[in-house]
């Protein structure tokens, strides 16, 4: 798929399955193989070593009452090759996952109270670029899930497609988990909305362990509210022409149940998530209604 066929199409990057079972990226015509990410590549300046310039990985870590894992999520994501920071935004919680995370090795800020994943992860975003070193590639940004434990490492597989530039956005595709009780539901609308909105049918369309550019980032800024976060970025990437693929990840997490806890989840993510779709469907209304015309 070629940069203006993609930008033509708005489509971003359809997926596939190999041999493998992974999921890919499908080649388009011509020769290519694999898309190229929209975001630049940073350039390593004349005379200068590359290793100079390594691209460093900052994870991401929204936390909410997460006392119990966090510990194991952090040591593990410090594992992850590339990365020099991991930053756990605790999100307004009652325990003591900021202390807890600290004594793991990460660097924590805190809400004062709960505000919502994506406000966790925009207040994590802004401290990384707070910690961007001047003159450097800005850190790529891995967000992943705080519940992961020991599993954390495994989200080392969404780096290399961003950081080689396949993708702009890099999204955990992870096995079926043992007690998930989920119906489909939540999980089918949004992945309908995002085909529907973009051309490109994602297997997991609400996972939120991903990796991207900070130009990706900030392209899909201000971020949908709460849960519908995941939909709100991957439309707004793709129809901007950034392209995104979902890489198999070996994850274990703390799966919504099938007790009323896990319906009263599911009834706040399918709430976010309409809410995220619906906020698309009418900014797309507005650009068909009243097109963009250059300044006289
Ligand atoms: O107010 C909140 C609530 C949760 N979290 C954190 O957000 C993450 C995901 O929350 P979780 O309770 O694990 O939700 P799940 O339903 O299991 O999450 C699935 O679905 C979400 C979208 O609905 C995605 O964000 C997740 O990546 C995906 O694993 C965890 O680190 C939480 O600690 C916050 O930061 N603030
Ligand atoms: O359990 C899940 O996978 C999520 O809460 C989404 O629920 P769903 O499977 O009912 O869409």
């Given at each position: 798929m070629t940069r203006k066929q993609r930008d033509s199409t708005d489509t971003g990057a359809a997926p596939t399955s190999d041999a493998a079972g992974a999921v890919g990226v499908e080649a388009g015509e011509g020769?290519?193989?694999?898309?190229?990410a929209k975001t630049p590549r940073p350039q390593v300046p004349d005379g200068a070593h590359p290793g100079r310039f390594r691209q460093r990985v900052a994870v991401v870590i929204p936390a909410k009452d997460e006392a119990r894992r966090i510990a194991a999520t952090v040591r593990s994501a410090r594992a992850i090759p590339n990365v020099d920071l991991v930053l756990v935004v605790d999100d307004g919680s009652e325990d003591s996952t900021q202390h807890v995370a600290r004594e793991a090795g990460a660097v924590v800020v805190r809400h004062s109270h709960n505000r919502g994943k994506a406000a966790a992860m925009e207040t994590g975003a802004a401290v990384v670029a707070m910690r961007d070193v001047p003159g450097r590639p800005e850190r790529l940004l891995l967000f992943i899930d705080a519940d992961l434990a020991d599993t954390a490492?495994?989200?080392a597989p969404l780096v290399p497609p961003v950081l080689e530039g396949v993708a702009d956005m890099a999204i955990a595709h992870i096995p079926p988990q043992v007690g998930a009780g989920g119906h489909g539901f939540v999980v089918g609308a949004a992945r309908r909305a995002i085909a529907g909105m973009t051309g490109w049918t994602p297997t997991q369309p609400l996972s939120g362990m991903r990796c991207m550019t900070r130009e990706a980032f900030e392209a899909a800024t201000p971020l949908a509210r709460g849960w519908g976060v995941e939909v709100g970025l991957t439309i707004d990437l793709l129809r901007q022409g950034y392209v995104a693929v979902?890489?198999?990840?070996?994850?274990?997490?703390?799966?919504?149940?099938?007790?009323?806890?896990?319906q009263l989840h599911r009834a706040a993510q399918y709430r976010d998530v309409?809410?995220?779709?619906?906020?698309r469907r009418v900014r797309r209304t507005v650009d068909v209604v009243r097109p963009h015309h250059p300044a006289p």
């Open positions: 020769t290519e193989t694999l898309p190229t490492v495994n989200t979902e890489i198999p990840c070996e994850l274990r997490h703390r799966p919504s149940g099938k007790d009323f806890k896990g309409q809410l995220a779709i619906s906020a």
